[in-house]
């Protein structure tokens, strides 16, 4: 058990929809990391926030969005849903931005659009 | 741009030793991980390099060379449960982690 959370472990919804998914990252740590993992391939890096500000951005869709809560907590908001969009979102965490130190994943979400 | 690159898949036997490697191209370098990522798994912790050398741990162990941008993963004795992605990842010069495609390591008996 890594610590970091993940809410809901499995979603199936279909085209157009808005779903959220949900992160705790592990208890102390600040930064929280979104991925995206469609079959068969790499981690492709979403958002990072830390401390409740976003920290850096990468191929983050403009359907897709993101917040950290005062508590920690994340949630990664993904609209007008498609049918490529199916996939495994991991959430992960480590103590700062500074990431000599591990990240910890999640047990991801995994995404079916129909 | 920056860019990691690994083989896609790999083959060994059990018992054997395998060596998988990882190239990059970052701007700039503070540090290179290892992740093991089992089938619609999280990626766990493996190993991380800052210096260049080696790293043990058990039966995996690490290398770096920060002048030729190349990291390798030693596995050795394989046990069938190795069969699994290994990704290779880099933190650049703003601490962001750029993550390698994966290797799929199939173990055979």
């Known amino acids: 058990d890594s610590g970091v959370t993940q809410t809901p472990k499995h979603l199936i919804t279909a085209t157009g929809q808005r779903v959220t998914l949900r992160c705790s990252p592990r208890s102390g740590d600040l930064s929280v990391y979104w991925y995206q993992q469609s079959l068969d391939q790499g981690l492709q890096f979403l958002i990072q926030y830390y401390n409740g500000e976003e920290r850096a951005k990468g191929n983050i869709l403009e359907r897709f969005s993101a917040q950290q809560f005062p508590d920690l907590h994340s949630e990664l908001n993904l609209s007008s849903l498609e049918l490529g969009d199916s996939a495994l979102y991991f959430c992960a965490s480590s103590p700062g931005t500074d990431l000599n130190t591990e990240a910890f994943f999640g047990q991801g979400t995994r995404l079916t659009v129909v | 741009g920056q860019n990691i690159d690994q083989p896609t898949e790999m083959t060994a036997t059990e018992g054997a030793i395998v060596q998988i490697n990882c190239t990059y191209q970052?701007?700039?370098?503070?540090?290179l991980f290892w992740y093991q990522q089992h089938a619609g798994e999280a990626p766990t912790f493996l190993s991380y390099n800052v210096l260049d050398g080696l790293e043990e741990k058990g039966r995996f162990s690490s290398f770096l060379s920060r002048s030729k941008g190349y990291s390798y993963l030693l596995l050795k004795e394989l046990q069938m449960k190795d069969s699994a992605s290994y990704l290779c990842?880099?933190?650049?010069?703003?601490?962001?982690?750029?993550w390698g495609a994966g290797t799929k390591l199939i173990i055979k008996p």
């Open positions: 990842a880099v933190t650049d010069s703003n601490y962001q982690l750029i």
């Open positions: 970052t701007s700039g370098f503070n540090g």
